[in-house]
C-alpha cells in the first residue's frame, strides 16, 4: 500500500477535513501521541523500542464519539486513499495496530456507553470503546455477568475482544467471545453501515457476525455489538488437584467434558507450571501437575458438577488439595501485571504462544511445539498451562522465556522460536492461534492455516469489501 500523504498541502488538507468531522478536540498530531499510538503489547514492538529502531507512526489519531462520524471519516479515507486503523484498548498481543503503512488511528474508546439491557432476553448491547472490566460491573449491578475475563480486562475494549476472537479464564462454561456475540452493527470500508439481525438464531445463509469477529479491523469499523448474558451465579466454588502427570490431568479433563459437565474454570499446569503457580506452598512429587477447577451456579448445580468432576479426579489418581490454593490464583489473577515488569531492561525476553486442537492431538502438540523450540535454542524455559477447554479438545497457552543481553540476538531469537514452534504446530495439525489473534505475528501462517485455495476467498472478501486495501492494511496475511 502507497501512503497517500506525501505533501504538507495534502496532510493539512486530511487534517482539517478531520477536524470537521469530529472537532479539533478529536484529532491529534502530536509527536508524543504518535508515539503512544503506533504499538501495541506485541514483545517484538517493545524489543523494536529497545534497539531504538524507529516504529512506525500514524499521521493522525482521530477519537470518534459516534457511528455517524466512524462513516464520514471511512468515506473520507476511502476517497483519498489513507489507511485507518482501529485502536481500542491498544493490549492486542501480535502487533494488530501497528500502523505500518500510517494513516489515522481510529480511537473508539470515547464509544464507551451501554445502549440497551434487555432483562428478559438476557442481552445486552454495547459500544465498542467499553473496558471489559467497565461493562461486567454495570452488568452485575443488573444481576448478570458476561462470563467473560479476559486478563487483559481493565485495558481492553468489547471493539478488541470481538475483532480478535478473545478468550477469558471462564471460557470452558461461557465459551469465548465469539460464543457470546448475537448481532453487530459495522461501518464498512466505504462508510455504509450494516447491521445484523439480533435473533437466537437463523437459517438465513452464513453469518455475517462471524465474518466480522476476528477481523482485526481489515474488513471495518465495530461500533456496537449484541451479546449474550448469564445471571450472575449463585455461588462460585473452587477445587484444586495434583494430578500425578499431564497425561493423567488432561485425559481427566477430557472425562469430565465427556460427561457434559462444564465447570467455569479448568485450569492444569504442567510440570514446570505447577513449580511455578504453587512457589512450594505444597509437596508434589516429581512430574505432577496442578488442576485448578471451579463451579458456577445455582447452588444444587454447583453441588452436582462439583460431586461428578470430583469423582472423576479421584477415580484418575487426583489428590484434593485445599481450595483456599484455587481461591488465591483467582484472587490475585491480574497481580503479575501491576506495575508491568520492564523485562527488556533485564535483558529478559519472554511471550506467550497460544495454540489449540482436538484431544487426539493435544500431547503430541504440547511436545512438538516445545521440542521444535529447544531443538534450536536449547536453553529457553518453558512451561505451558492449558486453560480453554472445549468437548473437543482444548488450548495450550506456552509461556517462553530467555535472557539475551545482545539484543540483536534476542530479536533473531525471537523470531526463530515463533517460526520453529509454529511451523510444528502447523505440522501437527493443530491451529495457530486460540485467543491471541493474526496481526503481524502470524500475517504469515494464514494462508498455512487456510490452505491457499481457502485463503483466496477470505481475500477476495477482503477485497471485494475493501478494494483500495485501506483498512488495517499489512496486517493478517493480506495483499
Ligand atoms: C497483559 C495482557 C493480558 C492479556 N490476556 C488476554 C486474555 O486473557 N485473553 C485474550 O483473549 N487476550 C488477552 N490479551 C490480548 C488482548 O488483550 C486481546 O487481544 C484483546 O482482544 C485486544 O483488545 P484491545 O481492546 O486491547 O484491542 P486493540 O489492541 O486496540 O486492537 C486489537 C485489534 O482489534 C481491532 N479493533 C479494535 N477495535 C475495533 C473495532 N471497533 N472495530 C474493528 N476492529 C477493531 C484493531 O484494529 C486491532 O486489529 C492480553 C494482552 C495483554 C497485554
Keep these: 500500500m502507497k501512503k497517500n500523504l506525501e505533501s504538507d498541502f495534502v496532510k493539512k488538507m486530511i487534517y482539517d477535513e478531520l477536524v470537521e468531522i469530529v472537532g479539533a478536540e478529536n484529532v491529534s498530531v502530536s509527536e508524543a501521541d504518535k508515539i503512544c499510538y503506533s504499538r ?51 493490549a492486542g498481543a501480535c502487533g494488530q495496530v501497528v500502523p505500518i503503512y500510517g494513516g489515522i488511528i481510529l480511537d473508539v474508546k470515547k464509544m464507551d456507553k451501554i445502549l440497551r439491557i434487555d432483562e428478559v432476553s438476557a442481552t445486552v448491547t454495547a459500544q465498542p470503546g467499553i473496558i471489559g472490566e467497565d461493562l461486567e460491573r454495570e452488568l452485575n449491578k443488573r444481576g448478570f455477568t458476561m462470563g467473560h475475563f479476559p486478563a487483559s480486562q481493565y485495558t481492553s475494549c468489547l471493539g478488541g475482544f470481538v475483532a480478535c476472537r478473545s478468550a477469558g479464564s471462564l471460557s470452558s462454561k461461557y465459551g469465548k467471545i465469539e460464543d457470546m ?81 462444564r465447570p467455569a474454570v479448568i485450569r492444569l499446569y504442567d510440570e514446570l507450571d505447577t513449580v511455578f503457580t504453587l512457589k512450594g506452598k505444597l509437596q508434589i512429587p516429581p512430574g505432577a501437575c496442578y488442576l485448578i477447577l471451579a463451579f458456577d451456579g445455582e447452588r444444587e448445580m454447583v453441588d452436582f458438577e462439583d460431586k ?4 472423576i479426579c479421584l477415580k484418575n489418581e487426583g489428590k484434593e488439595v485445599e481450595k483456599e490454593l484455587a481461591e488465591y490464583w483467582w484472587n490475585h489473577r491480574y497481580d503479575m501485571y501491576f506495575p508491568h ?15 489449540v486442537t482436538t484431544w487426539d492431538k493435544l500431547e503430541d502438540l504440547y511436545y512438538g511445539v516445545k521440542k521444535a523450540i529447544t531443538d534450536r535454542h536449547p536453553n529457553v524455559f518453558i ?20 535472557q539475551e543481553p545482545d539484543r540483536e540476538k534476542a530479536l533473531q531469537m525471537y523470531t526463530e522460536i515463533w517460526n520453529d514452534g509454529l511451523e510444528a504446530c502447523h505440522k501437527i495439525g493443530a491451529s495457530v492461534a486460540h485467543h491471541h489473534g493474526v496481526g503481524l505475528l502470524r500475517a504469515k501462517w494464514m494462508r498455512k492455516e487456510y490452505g491457499e485455495e481457502g485463503f483466496r476467498v477470505l481475500q477476495a472478501i477482503k477485497r471485494a469489501l475493501d478494494p483500495n486495501n485501506i483498512m488495517n492494511p499489512g496486517k493478517m496475511g493480506f495483499e
Design 383 to 402: 512451561m505451558s498451562h492449558f486453560s480453554h477447554f472445549y468437548p473437543e479438545g482444548g488450548s495450550i497457552y506456552i509461556i517462553f522465556a530467555y
Design 40 to 90: 501495541d503489547a506485541w514483545p517484538k514492538v517493545l524489543m523494536w523500542i529497545d534497539l531504538a529502531k524507529k516504529l512506525p507512526l500514524p499521521d493522525y489519531i482521530v477519537h470518534v464519539e459516534n457511528k455517524e462520524q466512524v462513516s464520514r471519516i471511512l468515506k473520507l479515507a476511502n476517497i483519498r486513499k489513507i489507511p485507518v486503523i482501529p485502536f481500542a484498548g491498544g
Design 181 to 261: 456475540v448475537i448481532s453487530m452493527e459495522v461501518v464498512l470500508p466505504n462508510g455504509e453501515i450494516i447491521r445484523t439481525k439480533t435473533t437466537p438464531r437463523t437459517s438465513t445463509g452464513p453469518n455475517l457476525n462471524q465474518l466480522f469477529l476476528g477481523s482485526e479491523g481489515t474488513l471495518g469499523v465495530i461500533t456496537e455489538v449484541t451479546l449474550r448474558l448469564h445471571p450472575l451465579p449463585e455461588e462460585r466454588r473452587f477445587k484444586a488437584f495434583i494430578m500425578k502427570d499431564l497425561k493423567t490431568g488432561l485425559e481427566t479433563v477430557r472425562q469430565i467434558f465427556r460427561k457434559g459437565l
Design 308 to 311: 461428578q468432576t470430583t469423582k
Design 341 to 355: 515488569p520492564d523485562r527488556t531492561k533485564m535483558g529478559l525476553v519472554a511471550d506467550t504462544i497460544d495454540v
